[in-house]
């Protein structure tokens, strides 16, 4: 590359979007298709070793750096690594299907009613209808010669006769405008009062009778964010619409240490909260045009999330999460103004984050065990969810204690050959039959393009009682035609590749890595219940969220040594509990106190320092277990 | 006036100041003096009929309007009313010295060492030293692996170490920063915290020990704003400094209803609060510089002062204070950021106002209720303000009551022909010996220049005890050459001209005018103890507060029935008592929770509407009173 050359613009020419990006020769691909804003799949964030975005040059000048990512076929097909390419000419590049098939909607209907009947469930729980954000229509009585008080206290008055508030707050400009505004309405106004720690806000007041008023409850998620729009003058708990998106984070690295690592290597905290409030604003755009809501009608916000995740929303420092002594900035963070961190609802209306216990327990597992309401329960039960990290956590109405395990995010589908989310065409349960023939079902019935988290569940759990995999996890069907040799070792043909469709192999490394996850899992489970002196029959519920969510066979679960092995009528699926709690919150006042509480009260159990955790990692990392006598019904099933 | 002119550029030298202006051609010549800041004494605002703002042309021409309010001899040696006269040229005017000698330095020594005294005796009411803002140097253990407690959290729990604080308040960019903070500090930071109406607020928060932490103290009055700076790390309430000024919004009348008026009709609310704000800032300056103070160091401003006055301060809607049906727009001011209103202090440093009643009874009297500490006693107390307006209050610990009369300016010296401020040169103190003679005493011991409030006070006293005047305030020495007939009236001579000095005349009008004063403040104080069945006898303690503060006789206060004839043991003087209670509340949290409850429990009689109170006037409209019985010790003064 000559210097002339460097200075020299390069158009490229994405398919098949058509979307056109315009960069310096020399630049790396990868960053072009940022550019742009197209989604390429990249675990590692850039690094080269992912091996996840790998684009087809059509045409133009590239250098590309040697990998061992790419197989003969591919690099024949012109395929790169986006990472590992320079720009320098005039270049088309098409962007592979399966890219785009993973930003497609996550949620279908079903998912949404799913997560109405979840919703349902929470309101159960007995929290009283009372939202963060209320609109109050207040006549008053208008002052006279009878009458001298001032119009704030007029107000205020007239507000504590709705609501309990015995701290009432007003910003300066409220304060300022309230005389014209209440003269205007004939004392006959709206007064929009926000509820925070203890305090009420005076938010806004307008003349006369406004009474829409929508909320927005979201979860964080490191991979999707998923918003609800809620409609605040109904006790009713069902969402108005549903929407959610990628985290558009993720070209900085699928899991949040490698975007903490990005966004300080480049300076790029301002970027990282520039495109998650970007996703948040995109979902509550689309909800308000959608339900044909004025913006300025929705009044708050509440978000549920890892920390790492409201660290990245809110600008703040998330640099020791990833380090010792690896804590937060904020766990319990203040409710601010949305606009504040340039989330686009009323201009003055309120943003909550759930409140967090540690760095890697957030208020997304806060908001589970509000959820499911283990913080009520006599009886111990047991939370798991399962996403890049496998989050736990052990407890009853006394006490509560937590863990973290860096489970990896293998049963979300990356770290995986074919890997992928759960959208069409995914892999979403698999059968192993007895005469070792495979049989298979696609999310919307589609040809296969990969295998999405449940579909993963049931490949390690059949090919093990189908005694296709040892306890190890090694391949044992030395003569089977599909098992053959990859550029990772050996691989097994789950799917053969047929009209329009690549096969589908799983790998012996991505055996190994699912079996690093649910280790993780199990040993963090064992570490508490062994802390708390819990046994397995002492356990009278498990509820599972996280990143399979609906398609997850809990049987299967166990199967694998994920879960303890207790009868499965107390195995539940809870689905997406962050979004549950976030709703729950915002339609109770007490219900946050309560998250509040719940959040203070876990006791929170370091992994990486603990004496016996890497000694139980290890025992797990075994089909089911090395101790075979924990899953009784396991080696029942094992054919 | 030719178009031509109108555009035509004039440019006023200001003697002896050699300050200039340059306006319009047809430009009013007051306008011009308020253009460079010039001080010049108007009452009326610039409506003509004050005769206040008299100014000397020396050369140019200029157009004015036909006035009775000039002699031919003022006439003669050029004066004009600054408000009737437009400027056609370039022109030299001479201010005239009695207009800046009122703008002199109101305090004294001996006036700071009065407001200590006061502070003294407010600190001894028992409030517990805890200042509405703190700095806090908290030295924390940083987090380790052992303590995952998150940097925000931290910070919270050391903070209610070493307060009280259940509810505490983060802005979001304080949120934002303080991780960064707490780790150049090592956890060793100055925490910042105001007290909010309940909450507490993490005003700022800085690495390492910043120890010094200041505020001020704010008598906003309608006439002079009096400052106090101090030092919030010290339990001692002596101010560390005192300043005082007028206020500027002089200019625009020198009552508040009048200022009201002209603000709504020149829309001129910006212009109103940027003088009273800018008042208040140079105050600040100066005690700054002069003390070599950082004014981010002062953390806390605390304002009392009548309800009109904050409501300028603020810019809050003021107008229905002089309409039915007259209330204020807010008599509870919560705490703002001063920088929210142009107040430069630390520039997240809070501003506090006292609370008032209703639109007649400001923070300044709640303030004098918190500091006379009437509403502890068991006894019944009267505390009474004199100032442009008469605010008086009835009470002790079970209940308490309070009116305004609209006594007028009449004893701070406005509407009085020779009256002035307690300035150098204003006759303090007056007697009228047996033999119809006048001896006076003037501050400063300097030339005669005027008649401040107690001098007036003493005037009208000795006039009536010494026969000039009659019960109704009629002169009765037709033989006395020092009488004779003026252009408002009938005028006595209380000092002859001298050499460098004019004569000292009181007139008819000035007398009316200081009955009419003193008839309103009795007639309140009768409505009240009426209402309450309060009899003279049944007063613990008279407390006066107001205008002529020092200088008063309280005697004198009997003597022309202003006050009820009780034993004069029982009457005291008690200063500024706004700026004494603006120190108490700035040093204990207790203190403004105390004058919220005293504003509360206040019941305020709108003597407008009440069906005695004309009555009352009338009778008090003599002199002591038209019921002589109940001045007993009046009748035996009278010789």
Redesign the interface.
């Known amino acids: 590359m000559t210097d002339k050359n460097k200075d020299r613009k390069c158009v490229i020419r994405f398919e098949p979007t058509g979307l056109k990006a315009e960069v310096p020769s020399g630049t790396i691909l990868l960053n072009a298709v940022h550019k742009v804003g197209i989604y390429v799949s990249s675990i590692c964030g850039g690094d080269g070793y992912c091996g996840k975005c790998k684009v087809i040059i059509d045409d133009g000048q590239f250098q590309s750096r040697p990998t061992t990512l790419l197989t003969p076929d591919e690099v024949q097909a012109n395929m790169v690594l986006a990472c590992q390419t320079r720009v320098l000419s005039d270049m088309t590049v098409t962007i592979p299907k399966w890219h785009s098939l993973e930003t497609g909607q996550i949620l279908t209907d079903s998912d949404a009613s799913r997560f109405r009947e979840l919703a349902a469930e929470a309101g159960a729980t007995g929290f009283e209808f009372d939202p963060l954000i209320q609109k109050l229509f207040l006549e008053m009585t208008?002052?006279?010669?009878h009458?001298?008080?001032?119009?704030?206290?007029r107000l205020y008055l007239a507000i504590r006769q709705r609501i309990d508030a015995?701290?009432i707050?007003?910003?300066?400009r409220i304060?300022?405008k309230?005389?014209?505004v209440l003269q205007a309405g004939d004392y006959k106004v709206t007064a929009t009062v926000g509820r925070?720690?203890?305090?009420t806000e005076l938010i806004e007041v307008e003349a006369g009778n406004h009474e829409k008023n929508f909320a927005v409850a979201v979860d964080l998620g490191t991979t999707t964010v998923v918003a609800h729009l809620i409609d605040l003058t109904s006790e009713c708990t069902d969402a108005v619409d549903t929407e959610a998106t990628y985290n558009s984070q993720i070209n900085f690295g699928e899991d949040y240490i490698r975007r903490i690592i990005y966004a300080e290597e480049h300076n790029a905290f301002d970027q990282m909260q520039n495109r998650i409030v970007g996703d948040v604003n995109n979902l509550i755009v689309t909800l308000a045009v959608r339900q044909k809501i004025d913006l300025q009608d929705i009044t708050a916000i509440v978000c549920a999330g890892n920390t790492a995740m409201i660290h990245f929303l809110?600008?703040?420092?998330p640099t020791?999460i990833r380090r010792?002594?690896?804590?937060?900035?904020?766990?319990?963070?203040?409710p601010?103004?949305a606009a504040?961190?340039g989330v686009q609802i009323n201009k003055r209306g309120l943003l909550y984050c759930l409140p967090?216990v540690?760095?890697y327990i957030g208020s997304d597992i806060v908001a589970g065990v509000l959820t499911t309401g283990i913080y009520t329960k006599k009886g111990t039960c047991l939370f798991a969810d399962i996403g890049t990290n496998g989050e736990v956590v052990l407890g009853n109405r006394d006490w509560l204690v937590c863990a973290s395990s860096s489970a990896g995010p293998a049963f979300e589908g990356s770290g995986v050959r074919h890997g992928m989310r759960a959208a069409a065409g995914a892999i979403e349960k698999l059968t192993v039959h007895p005469d070792a023939s495979i049989e298979f079902k696609t999310i919307g019935d589609t040809q296969p393009v990969g295998i999405c988290g449940s579909g993963l569940l049931d490949t390690l759990a059949e090919l093990f009682t189908g005694n296709i995999i040892d306890r190890t996890g090694r391949f044992k069907l030395d003569g089977d035609r599909r098992l053959t040799e990859g550029d990772e070792g050996r691989q097994f043909q789950l799917v053969p590749p047929g009209d329009g469709f690549q096969e589908i192999v799983i790998t012996q490394a991505d055996i190994d890595n699912l079996i690093r996850s649910k280790a993780g899992v199990f040993a963090a489970i064992r570490v508490l219940m062994d802390a708390t002196q819990t046994k397995p029959e002492d356990l009278d519920a498990v509820y599972l969220a996280g990143g399979f969510g609906n398609f997850l066979n809990v049987k299967q679960a166990v199967t694998i040594g994920m879960l303890p092995d207790v009868p499965l009528e107390k195995i539940r699926f809870v689905g997406n509990t962050a979004i549950a709690g976030a709703k729950t919150v915002l339609l109770s006042r007490k219900a946050l106190e309560t998250a509040e509480r719940i959040a203070k009260s876990m006791t929170?159990f370091?992994l990486?320092?603990h004496p016996t955790y890497m000694d139980e990692f290890i025992k797990a990392s075994f089909l089911p277990h090395t101790d075979l006598s924990l899953f009784p019904t396991v080696k029942s099933v094992k054919r």
């Open positions: 208008p002052p006279s010669v009458d001298h008080t001032a119009d704030h206290e015995p701290i707050q007003t910003g300066f304060l300022q309230l005389s014209g925070r720690g203890g305090t809110l600008n703040l420092d020791r010792e002594p690896y804590i937060a900035s904020a766990g319990f963070v203040p601010i103004r504040e961190a967090g540690a760095a929170y370091d990486m320092s």
